[in-house]
């Protein structure tokens, strides 16, 4: 735990530092390439972790044997609904053992991420959001323990991206890709559809509201049963449901779960104090993470519902960069030069987010023999 916290700490460092500082073009990409070696050196890390970290690993581990001695045919029909992930283990078990698969898998998975917000962002935003997905709890939950999800990240942002920029077929198309990684991903498609619907702040707010009351009341599990026997549930995901899954998680309305989906009602209230205009992207966006987190919340009394509520948690990195950009044109982005004091009150925030979320949160207290 201690390497890992000292090797954020760094990248907090010389991330805010590239944020914050202007450079001439030679200096800033030396700084750049720095950065991402950085970036490199800690997936590395974190990919090099021992098995007991992440309650998933070990599953990983009985699948990365079992998919590895498959060919292509085969590999393609394994593992449910999933064939991207496992034509992708199969390639990256030519190469290497479980250990490569998580290294390699954790390096692609932040870089990945960085190209894609390079689409839409310049590249001190790009680093400002690369420096705020790593320090957010998140993150690491979808890179150590929900692997698959992990990999999908990359692709969720993408679609969430291009629709905020109404590229509504790019959006669907990168949706439906997720979910050859993770078939849970379905979600996300089934969010940009009703943002349709959802377009205005009082709709989506109020379904958010309406959900939580009804959660609250107990009345999602009151129905579940009903329900899943019609839809087969109870008896496909019978070891998610089972006495066994409810000992090992609390179930029921999560007061810790509620007041953090909250979080976003900090950003409206800071649009709505320094009086920032509603922008159209900024209603699809916050469209999408209310539709994503009241399933969420309707969720609650299904073991593991967390694994839902990361759909819309990695959201909220987005619109926290929304803050520290102006819109330019149709596909992309741009910072605003003209908030320096923003810029560095985020990279605070961030910072102390990440300090916070090392300390108490245990998937990021990753260690292994090798840096001990």
Known sequence: MQTAFFLYLCIWLFFSAFVLFKSNGRWQAVNLSF???????????????????????????????KISTLDWLEAYSYNRFEPAFSILTVIISRFGDFQFFL????????????????????????????????????YFNLSINIIRQGIA??????????????????????ALLACLFHYSS????????????????????????????????NFFELISTFVFDILGISQQY?????????SRYVTGFRIDFFLFSSLPFGFIFFRKF?????????IRLESIYFILNSAFIAAFFIPFSDR????????????????????????KITEDIN????????????????????????????SNEVFS
Request: charged fraction near 15%.
């Open 308 to 331: 839902i509520g990361v759909f819309s948690w990695i959201l909220v990195p987005l619109m926290f960069l929304f803050y520290n950009s102006k819109p330019k044109y149709r596909y």
């Open 238 to 246: 019978a070891h998610i449901l089972s006495d066994y899954a409810q």
């Open 103 to 138: 290294i390699f898998l954790s390096i692609i998975q932040i870089l990945l991420l960085l190209m894609v917000l390079s689409k839409f962002y310049s590249t001190k935003l790009v680093m400002l959001g690369g420096l705020t997905f790593l320090s957010y709890f998140v």
């Open 35 to 65: 950065c991402i070696v950085l970036v490199l050196f800690f997936a590395f890390f974190v990919g090099n972790r021992e098995f007991t970290v992440g309650s998933d690993t070990i599953e990983y581990l009985g699948y990365f044997e």
């Open 186 to 217: 379905i979600l996300i498609f089934i969010s940009l559809i009703l943002a349709k619907i959802f377009r205005s702040p009082r709709r989506y707010i109020s379904l958010w509201v309406c959900v939580s009351i009804l959660s609250a009341l």
């Open 153 to 174: 990240l990359p692709l969720i942002v993408l679609s969430v991206l291009h629709l905020c920029s109404e590229n509504n077929k790019r959006a669907y198309f990168f």
């Open 274 to 282: 320094f009086k920032i205009k509603y922008d159209e992207r900024l």
């Open 339 to 366: 908030r320096p004091l923003l810029l560095f009150c985020s990279c605070i925030a961030v910072g102390i987010v990440g300090c916070v979320s090392f300390i108490y949160h245990p998937l990021m207290q990753v």
